[in-house]
Protein backbone atom coordinates (compact mmCIF):
# COMPACT_ATOMS: atom_id res chain seq x y z
CA UNK A 1 0.00 0.00 0.00
CA UNK A 2 1.27 3.43 -0.78
CA UNK A 3 1.82 5.52 2.03
CA UNK A 4 0.62 9.24 1.93
CA UNK A 5 3.44 11.52 2.48
CA UNK A 6 3.37 13.15 5.78
CA UNK A 7 2.48 16.86 6.39
CA UNK A 8 4.98 19.06 7.67
CA UNK A 9 4.39 22.45 9.75
CA UNK A 10 4.68 25.53 7.37
CA UNK A 11 8.24 26.98 6.85
CA UNK A 12 9.10 29.13 9.91
CA UNK A 13 6.67 28.03 11.97
CA UNK A 14 7.23 25.18 15.16
CA UNK A 15 5.89 23.08 17.64
CA UNK A 16 6.80 23.51 20.89
CA UNK A 17 7.37 20.11 22.23
CA UNK A 18 7.66 18.63 25.84
CA UNK A 19 9.93 19.14 27.82
CA UNK A 20 10.38 22.43 26.61
CA UNK A 21 7.18 23.62 26.47
CA UNK A 22 7.12 23.06 30.24
CA UNK A 23 10.07 26.11 30.46
CA UNK A 24 7.66 27.99 28.38
CA UNK A 25 4.91 27.70 30.69
CA UNK A 26 6.49 28.35 33.55
CA UNK A 27 8.32 31.95 31.73
CA UNK A 28 4.87 33.31 31.48
CA UNK A 29 3.34 31.95 34.68
CA UNK A 30 6.45 34.12 36.28
CA UNK A 31 5.78 37.28 33.67
CA UNK A 32 2.16 36.88 34.73
CA UNK A 33 3.21 37.01 38.75
CA UNK A 34 5.78 40.01 38.18
CA UNK A 35 3.30 41.94 35.92
CA UNK A 36 0.67 42.02 38.50
CA UNK A 37 2.90 42.64 41.01
CA UNK A 38 3.49 46.11 38.77
CA UNK A 39 0.01 46.21 38.73
CA UNK A 40 -0.37 45.63 34.81
CA UNK A 41 -3.78 43.49 33.97
CA UNK A 42 -3.95 41.76 31.01
CA UNK A 43 -5.55 42.19 27.84
CA UNK A 44 -6.08 39.83 25.04
CA UNK A 45 -6.43 41.02 21.18
CA UNK A 46 -7.38 39.44 18.06
CA UNK A 47 -4.48 37.39 16.37
CA UNK A 48 -6.57 39.03 13.14
CA UNK A 49 -6.68 43.34 12.58
CA UNK A 50 -7.85 45.18 9.96
CA UNK A 51 -4.66 46.06 7.91
CA UNK A 52 -4.50 49.67 8.02
CA UNK A 53 -3.85 49.46 11.62
CA UNK A 54 -0.85 47.90 10.96
CA UNK A 55 -0.07 50.23 8.27
CA UNK A 56 -0.73 53.52 10.67
CA UNK A 57 -0.01 51.73 13.85
CA UNK A 58 3.43 50.65 13.20
CA UNK A 59 4.33 52.43 9.79
CA UNK A 60 3.96 52.07 6.25
CA UNK A 61 7.79 52.47 5.74
CA UNK A 62 8.49 49.75 7.69
CA UNK A 63 10.02 46.30 6.95
CA UNK A 64 7.28 44.99 8.50
CA UNK A 65 4.70 46.65 6.53
CA UNK A 66 6.26 46.74 3.38
CA UNK A 67 7.20 42.83 3.12
CA UNK A 68 6.61 41.21 6.32
CA UNK A 69 2.95 40.56 6.87
CA UNK A 70 0.42 37.61 5.52
CA UNK A 71 -2.33 40.15 4.24
CA UNK A 72 -4.94 38.93 2.77
CA UNK A 73 -8.62 40.16 1.20
CA UNK A 74 -11.74 38.64 2.82
CA UNK A 75 -14.84 37.70 1.16
CA UNK A 76 -16.01 40.77 1.61
CA UNK A 77 -12.97 42.66 0.59
CA UNK A 78 -11.85 43.82 3.76
CA UNK A 79 -8.12 43.63 3.82
CA UNK A 80 -6.60 41.82 7.22
CA UNK A 81 -3.68 40.71 8.29
CA UNK A 82 -2.25 38.28 10.75
CA UNK A 83 -0.76 41.14 13.42
CA UNK A 84 2.82 41.29 13.06
CA UNK A 85 3.10 43.02 17.10
CA UNK A 86 0.60 43.97 19.80
CA UNK A 87 0.91 47.70 20.69
CA UNK A 88 -1.13 48.78 17.81
CA UNK A 89 -3.73 45.95 18.99
CA UNK A 90 -3.77 47.21 22.44
CA UNK A 91 -4.05 50.66 21.70
CA UNK A 92 -6.65 50.62 19.39
CA UNK A 93 -8.34 48.40 21.94
CA UNK A 94 -7.39 51.67 24.27
CA UNK A 95 -9.11 53.83 21.75
CA UNK A 96 -12.24 51.31 20.66
CA UNK A 97 -13.35 50.70 24.60
CA UNK A 98 -12.43 54.22 25.66
CA UNK A 99 -10.03 52.73 28.28
CA UNK A 100 -8.68 56.93 28.41
CA UNK A 101 -12.05 57.93 30.47
CA UNK A 102 -10.78 55.49 33.15
CA UNK A 103 -8.68 57.81 35.62
CA UNK A 104 -5.14 57.08 36.17
CA UNK A 105 -2.61 54.95 33.98
CA UNK A 106 -4.12 52.26 31.96
CA UNK A 107 -1.35 49.21 32.71
CA UNK A 108 -1.81 46.24 30.19
CA UNK A 109 0.10 42.92 29.05
CA UNK A 110 0.04 40.60 26.46
CA UNK A 111 1.45 37.15 25.69
CA UNK A 112 0.81 35.37 22.37
CA UNK A 113 1.92 34.69 18.85
CA UNK A 114 2.72 37.14 16.38
CA UNK A 115 3.37 36.56 12.59
CA UNK A 116 6.22 38.01 10.56
CA UNK A 117 7.11 36.53 7.19
CA UNK A 118 10.99 37.33 7.73
CA UNK A 119 14.13 34.54 6.53
CA UNK A 120 14.15 31.93 9.15
CA UNK A 121 16.90 31.04 10.82
CA UNK A 122 17.71 30.33 14.86
CA UNK A 123 15.92 32.60 17.05
CA UNK A 124 14.19 34.14 14.01
CA UNK A 125 10.44 32.17 12.98
CA UNK A 126 7.73 33.59 10.95
CA UNK A 127 5.48 32.79 13.60
CA UNK A 128 6.96 33.88 17.33
CA UNK A 129 5.92 34.53 20.54
CA UNK A 130 5.74 38.41 22.23
CA UNK A 131 5.51 38.99 26.24
CA UNK A 132 4.51 42.60 26.42
CA UNK A 133 3.14 45.34 28.52
CA UNK A 134 2.11 48.81 27.36
CA UNK A 135 1.67 52.09 30.07
CA UNK A 136 -0.90 54.36 28.65
CA UNK A 137 -2.00 57.62 29.75
CA UNK A 138 1.24 59.22 31.09
CA UNK A 139 4.52 60.81 29.40
CA UNK A 140 6.37 61.00 33.03
CA UNK A 141 9.66 59.49 32.82
CA UNK A 142 8.65 57.70 36.32
CA UNK A 143 7.03 55.66 34.14
CA UNK A 144 9.22 54.51 31.64
CA UNK A 145 11.76 53.91 34.86
CA UNK A 146 9.78 51.55 36.55
CA UNK A 147 8.90 49.50 33.49
CA UNK A 148 12.75 49.16 32.52
CA UNK A 149 12.76 47.82 36.49
CA UNK A 150 10.09 45.41 35.64
CA UNK A 151 11.74 43.79 32.98
CA UNK A 152 14.77 43.92 34.53
CA UNK A 153 13.16 41.77 37.47
CA UNK A 154 11.74 39.59 34.97
CA UNK A 155 15.30 38.67 33.44
CA UNK A 156 16.84 38.33 36.86
CA UNK A 157 13.81 35.86 38.28
CA UNK A 158 15.64 33.39 35.28
CA UNK A 159 18.94 34.78 36.47
CA UNK A 160 20.12 35.99 33.07
CA UNK A 161 22.76 37.65 33.00
CA UNK A 162 25.89 38.78 30.18
CA UNK A 163 22.75 41.15 28.41
CA UNK A 164 22.96 44.77 27.96
CA UNK A 165 20.40 47.89 28.05
CA UNK A 166 20.47 49.74 25.53
CA UNK A 167 19.23 53.22 25.64
CA UNK A 168 18.49 56.43 23.25
CA UNK A 169 15.91 59.37 23.24
CA UNK A 170 14.58 59.85 19.44
CA UNK A 171 12.88 63.25 20.79
CA UNK A 172 9.37 64.75 19.89
CA UNK A 173 7.42 66.36 17.28
CA UNK A 174 9.71 69.66 18.37
CA UNK A 175 12.43 68.55 18.15
CA UNK A 176 12.79 65.62 15.23
CA UNK A 177 11.42 67.79 12.22
CA UNK A 178 14.81 69.46 12.65
CA UNK A 179 16.95 66.53 13.29
CA UNK A 180 15.62 64.72 10.16
CA UNK A 181 16.24 67.73 7.59
CA UNK A 182 19.75 67.62 8.64
CA UNK A 183 20.18 64.05 8.55
CA UNK A 184 18.40 63.87 4.47
CA UNK A 185 20.88 67.17 4.02
CA UNK A 186 24.26 64.75 5.31
CA UNK A 187 22.58 61.22 3.82
CA UNK A 188 22.34 63.13 0.29
CA UNK A 189 26.35 63.49 0.13
CA UNK A 190 26.67 59.43 1.06
CA UNK A 191 23.62 58.00 0.13
CA UNK A 192 25.24 56.45 -3.14
CA UNK A 193 27.40 54.15 -1.17
CA UNK A 194 24.64 52.97 1.22
CA UNK A 195 22.74 49.38 0.52
CA UNK A 196 19.44 50.08 -1.72
CA UNK A 197 17.21 49.61 1.35
CA UNK A 198 18.85 52.59 2.34
CA UNK A 199 18.77 54.82 -0.21
CA UNK A 200 15.45 54.34 -0.39
CA UNK A 201 15.20 55.19 3.25
CA UNK A 202 17.38 58.32 2.63
CA UNK A 203 14.50 59.71 0.67
CA UNK A 204 11.31 58.04 2.66
CA UNK A 205 12.28 57.46 6.58
CA UNK A 206 15.90 58.55 6.90
CA UNK A 207 15.82 57.48 10.72
CA UNK A 208 15.55 54.11 10.06
CA UNK A 209 18.69 54.47 8.27
CA UNK A 210 20.48 54.40 11.76
CA UNK A 211 18.66 50.90 12.12
CA UNK A 212 20.37 49.71 9.04
CA UNK A 213 22.17 45.98 10.07
CA UNK A 214 23.82 45.70 6.53
CA UNK A 215 28.07 45.44 7.79
CA UNK A 216 29.23 47.56 4.66
CA UNK A 217 27.17 50.60 5.43
CA UNK A 218 28.27 51.17 9.34
CA UNK A 219 30.78 53.02 8.82
CA UNK A 220 29.06 55.06 6.81
CA UNK A 221 26.37 56.08 9.19
CA UNK A 222 28.52 56.12 12.17
CA UNK A 223 29.67 59.44 10.21
CA UNK A 224 26.18 60.81 10.25
CA UNK A 225 24.98 62.98 13.05
CA UNK A 226 22.97 62.02 16.54
CA UNK A 227 19.81 62.67 17.03
CA UNK A 228 21.02 62.59 20.90
CA UNK A 229 22.40 66.10 20.50
CA UNK A 230 19.55 67.54 18.97
CA UNK A 231 16.90 66.95 21.31
CA UNK A 232 14.49 69.94 22.99
CA UNK A 233 14.73 70.98 26.45
CA UNK A 234 11.71 68.96 27.05
CA UNK A 235 12.97 65.67 25.63
CA UNK A 236 16.65 66.19 27.21
CA UNK A 237 14.84 66.84 30.20
CA UNK A 238 12.56 63.75 29.91
CA UNK A 239 15.80 61.93 29.06
CA UNK A 240 18.31 62.88 31.69
CA UNK A 241 15.05 62.09 34.23
CA UNK A 242 14.96 58.18 32.98
CA UNK A 243 18.81 58.39 33.18
CA UNK A 244 18.57 59.28 36.56
CA UNK A 245 16.04 56.78 38.17
CA UNK A 246 17.57 54.13 36.13
CA UNK A 247 21.01 54.62 38.06
CA UNK A 248 18.91 55.23 41.36
CA UNK A 249 17.63 51.90 40.77
CA UNK A 250 21.41 50.56 40.20
CA UNK A 251 20.01 49.78 36.65
CA UNK A 252 23.14 49.69 34.52
CA UNK A 253 22.22 50.67 30.70
CA UNK A 254 24.34 51.83 27.55
CA UNK A 255 23.69 55.21 25.63
CA UNK A 256 23.13 53.95 22.13
CA UNK A 257 22.76 57.44 19.99
CA UNK A 258 21.32 54.93 16.71
CA UNK A 259 18.72 52.75 18.68
CA UNK A 260 15.75 54.68 16.97
CA UNK A 261 11.89 53.42 16.23
CA UNK A 262 11.69 55.17 12.75
CA UNK A 263 8.34 56.01 12.93
CA UNK A 264 6.80 59.67 13.63
CA UNK A 265 4.90 58.96 16.97
CA UNK A 266 7.49 56.86 18.21
CA UNK A 267 8.93 59.63 21.25
CA UNK A 268 11.91 59.71 23.24
CA UNK A 269 12.89 56.88 25.17
CA UNK A 270 13.31 53.71 23.61
CA UNK A 271 15.40 50.74 24.56
CA UNK A 272 16.96 47.07 23.73
CA UNK A 273 17.95 44.71 25.80
CA UNK A 274 20.37 42.50 23.23
CA UNK A 275 21.82 39.23 24.81
CA UNK A 276 25.23 37.49 23.97
CA UNK A 277 24.34 34.41 23.91
CA UNK A 278 21.96 34.51 21.12
CA UNK A 279 24.32 34.89 18.31
CA UNK A 280 22.94 36.87 15.33
CA UNK A 281 19.42 37.68 16.31
CA UNK A 282 20.79 38.94 19.70
CA UNK A 283 17.62 41.30 20.54
CA UNK A 284 15.82 40.13 23.53
CA UNK A 285 13.65 42.71 23.86
CA UNK A 286 12.65 46.18 22.69
CA UNK A 287 10.07 49.12 23.41
CA UNK A 288 9.38 52.53 23.70
CA UNK A 289 7.25 55.26 24.35
CA UNK A 290 4.90 56.17 21.58
CA UNK A 291 3.32 59.74 22.87
CA UNK A 292 1.82 60.03 19.48
CA UNK A 293 0.28 56.61 18.52
CA UNK A 294 -3.31 57.54 20.07
CA UNK A 295 -3.74 60.16 18.01
CA UNK A 296 -2.67 58.54 14.60
CA UNK A 297 -4.85 56.21 15.37
CA UNK A 298 -7.71 58.32 15.61
CA UNK A 299 -7.94 58.56 19.24
CA UNK A 300 -7.03 61.42 22.37
CA UNK A 301 -3.56 61.93 22.98
CA UNK A 302 -2.70 59.37 25.65
CA UNK A 303 1.24 59.09 25.69
CA UNK A 304 2.50 55.41 26.53
CA UNK A 305 5.60 53.49 26.23
CA UNK A 306 5.83 49.43 26.29
CA UNK A 307 8.36 46.69 25.61
CA UNK A 308 7.78 43.57 24.15
CA UNK A 309 10.44 40.37 24.47
CA UNK A 310 11.00 38.10 22.05
CA UNK A 311 10.11 34.72 23.83
CA UNK A 312 11.21 32.21 21.39
CA UNK A 313 14.79 34.18 22.30
CA UNK A 314 13.99 34.40 25.70
CA UNK A 315 13.85 30.43 26.17
CA UNK A 316 17.24 30.12 24.47
CA UNK A 317 18.65 32.39 26.35
CA UNK A 318 16.93 30.95 29.83
CA UNK A 319 18.36 27.14 28.32
CA UNK A 320 21.64 28.45 27.83
CA UNK A 321 22.03 30.27 30.72
CA UNK A 322 20.36 27.00 33.15
CA UNK A 323 20.32 24.13 30.69
CA UNK A 324 18.74 22.02 33.86
CA UNK A 325 15.26 24.31 33.48
CA UNK A 326 14.70 22.50 30.58
CA UNK A 327 15.29 18.74 31.22
CA UNK A 328 12.13 16.39 31.86
CA UNK A 329 10.91 17.15 35.80
CA UNK A 330 8.61 14.55 36.10
CA UNK A 331 9.88 13.46 39.63
CA UNK A 332 6.67 14.21 41.03
CA UNK A 333 4.57 11.94 38.41
CA UNK A 334 3.20 8.80 40.00
CA UNK A 335 2.57 5.84 37.63
CA UNK A 336 -0.27 3.81 38.80
CA UNK A 337 0.18 -0.18 37.32
CA UNK A 338 -2.69 -2.59 37.62
CA UNK A 339 -3.38 -6.33 36.79
CA UNK A 340 -7.19 -7.19 36.69
CA UNK A 341 -10.41 -5.21 35.82
CA UNK A 342 -11.30 -4.51 39.65
CA UNK A 343 -7.65 -3.31 40.47
CA UNK A 344 -8.15 -0.94 37.43
CA UNK A 345 -11.38 0.82 38.79
CA UNK A 346 -9.78 0.95 42.21
CA UNK A 347 -6.54 2.64 40.20
CA UNK A 348 -8.90 5.13 38.33
CA UNK A 349 -10.64 6.25 41.91
CA UNK A 350 -7.46 6.82 43.99
CA UNK A 351 -5.84 8.92 40.50
CA UNK A 352 -8.83 10.96 40.57
CA UNK A 353 -8.71 11.68 44.27
CA UNK A 354 -5.04 12.63 44.30
CA UNK A 355 -5.55 14.65 40.88
CA UNK A 356 -7.81 16.82 42.83
CA UNK A 357 -5.38 17.51 45.70
CA UNK A 358 -2.91 18.59 42.40
CA UNK A 359 -0.92 15.49 42.27
CA UNK A 360 -0.03 14.37 38.74
CA UNK A 361 -0.85 10.95 38.14
CA UNK A 362 -0.53 8.89 35.54
CA UNK A 363 -2.76 5.38 35.47
CA UNK A 364 -1.69 2.76 33.19
CA UNK A 365 -4.35 2.61 30.12
CA UNK A 366 -3.80 -0.84 30.00
CA UNK A 367 -3.12 -4.29 32.24
CA UNK A 368 0.85 -4.99 32.22
CA UNK A 369 3.53 -7.41 34.12
CA UNK A 370 5.10 -5.31 36.71
CA UNK A 371 8.66 -5.35 34.42
CA UNK A 372 7.22 -3.78 31.55
CA UNK A 373 4.85 -1.34 33.96
CA UNK A 374 8.26 -0.75 35.58
CA UNK A 375 9.76 0.35 31.93
CA UNK A 376 6.73 2.53 30.70
CA UNK A 377 7.11 4.30 33.80
CA UNK A 378 11.09 4.76 33.97
CA UNK A 379 10.66 6.03 29.80
CA UNK A 380 8.15 8.54 30.76
CA UNK A 381 9.99 10.07 34.14
CA UNK A 382 7.81 9.01 36.94
CA UNK A 383 8.90 9.67 40.18
CA UNK A 384 6.97 6.17 41.80
CA UNK A 385 5.03 3.53 40.44
CA UNK A 386 2.06 2.27 42.50
CA UNK A 387 1.44 -0.95 41.77
CA UNK A 388 -2.29 -2.43 42.24
CA UNK A 389 -3.49 -6.08 41.85
CA UNK A 390 -6.11 -8.33 43.73
CA UNK A 391 -4.25 -8.71 46.52
CA UNK A 392 -3.06 -5.03 47.23
CA UNK A 393 -7.06 -4.26 46.63
CA UNK A 394 -8.11 -6.96 49.20
CA UNK A 395 -5.43 -5.37 51.98
CA UNK A 396 -5.64 -1.66 51.08
CA UNK A 397 -1.96 -1.43 51.12
CA UNK A 398 0.16 -1.49 48.12
CA UNK A 399 3.71 -1.36 47.29
CA UNK A 400 4.78 2.23 46.01
CA UNK A 401 8.83 1.92 44.47
CA UNK A 402 10.77 4.86 44.40
CA UNK A 403 12.10 5.20 41.01
CA UNK A 404 15.30 7.05 41.53
CA UNK A 405 16.61 4.92 44.60
CA UNK A 406 14.96 1.87 43.46
CA UNK A 407 13.06 0.75 46.77
CA UNK A 408 9.97 -0.54 47.25
CA UNK A 409 7.90 0.45 50.30
CA UNK A 410 3.67 -0.28 51.48
CA UNK A 411 1.72 2.46 51.60
CA UNK A 412 -1.66 2.80 52.04
CA UNK A 413 -4.57 5.67 50.85
CA UNK A 414 -3.56 7.81 54.22
CA UNK A 415 -0.22 7.58 53.22
CA UNK A 416 -0.41 8.45 49.18
CA UNK A 417 -2.90 11.01 50.13
CA UNK A 418 -0.05 13.07 52.56
CA UNK A 419 2.84 12.25 50.13
CA UNK A 420 1.63 13.91 46.89
CA UNK A 421 -1.62 15.33 47.24
CA UNK A 422 0.26 18.08 49.32
CA UNK A 423 1.00 21.31 46.27
CA UNK A 424 4.46 22.51 46.58
CA UNK A 425 4.78 25.89 46.89
CA UNK A 426 7.34 27.05 44.23
CA UNK A 427 4.92 24.61 41.77
P1 LIG B 1 9.98 44.20 17.75
O1 LIG B 1 8.49 44.05 17.89
O2 LIG B 1 10.45 44.08 16.32
O3 LIG B 1 10.54 45.38 18.48
O4 LIG B 1 10.60 42.91 18.45
C1 LIG B 1 10.60 42.73 19.85
C2 LIG B 1 11.28 41.41 20.13
O5 LIG B 1 10.54 40.35 19.52
C3 LIG B 1 12.67 41.29 19.53
O6 LIG B 1 13.63 41.84 20.39
C4 LIG B 1 12.81 39.79 19.40
O7 LIG B 1 13.23 39.21 20.62
C5 LIG B 1 11.42 39.33 19.09
N1 LIG B 1 11.24 39.07 17.66
C6 LIG B 1 10.96 39.94 16.67
N2 LIG B 1 10.85 39.34 15.49
C7 LIG B 1 11.05 38.02 15.71
C8 LIG B 1 11.06 36.84 14.89
N3 LIG B 1 10.81 36.89 13.59
N4 LIG B 1 11.33 35.64 15.48
C9 LIG B 1 11.56 35.57 16.82
N5 LIG B 1 11.56 36.64 17.63
C10 LIG B 1 11.31 37.85 17.10
Known amino acids: MNRKQPLRAVKGMRDILPPESRLWGRIEQVARELFHAY???????????????????????????????????????????????ATASVVRAFIEHKMYEQP??????????????????????????????????????????????????????????GFTLLLNSVGCSTCRPAYIATLRDALRQVSGLLCPDCQRRSETNPLRVLDCKVPEDQPIIDGLPILFESLCPGCFTHSQRVEEYLQDRQIAFTMQPRLVRG????????????H???????????????DGLSEALGGPRAPGIGFSLGEDRFVLAVEQAAPVETKARTDRLLYIAWLGESAYRHAAELARELRALNAA????????????????????????VLIIGD??????????????????????????????GVPRANE
Open 276 to 290: GALGAQNALLGGGRY
Open 39 to 85: AYQEIRTPLVEPTELFARGVGEETDIVTKEMYTWEDRDSKSLTLRPE
Open 391 to 420: QELAEGKYPLRDMSRGEQRTVNNDDLFREF
Open 263 to 274: LDYYTRTTFEIV
Open 104 to 161: GLKKLYYMGPMFRRERPQKGRYRQFFQIGAEAIGSDSPAVDAELIEMIVALLARFDLS
Open 361 to 384: VEVAPDAAKLKKSLEIASRIGAGH
